[in-house]
């Protein structure tokens, strides 16, 4: 019994001495912070339509935000009476 009980301390010591090891190293890249994207190039993916430019998207979104906004704030209301 206290072969299993030393066998499961030094187990869980090592996964946490590797965990922590693991977490210590530098971030991926992925996680690194990129330069902002240019506005003005050319959408990189094959759905966007022909000669759409990246900024034209946050464009349309901000457009479709101040339209749902009104719509918005009303559900956001208690309803009278209840």
Request: proline fraction near 12%.
């Amino acid at each position: 019994m206290r072969n299993l009980a030393r066998y499961l301390f030094f187990a869980a010591a090592l996964a946490c001495s590797l965990a922590s090891a693991a977490l210590a190293g530098d971030a991926p890249d992925a996680a690194k912070p990129n330069r902002p994207m240019p506005m003005n190039e050319p959408m990189p993916t094959k759905m966007a339509k022909p000669g759409m430019k990246t900024g034209d998207v946050k464009k349309a979104a901000e457009k479709a935000d101040r339209r749902m906004k009104p719509l918005l704030d009303k559900d956001a209301k208690p309803m009278p009476g209840k």
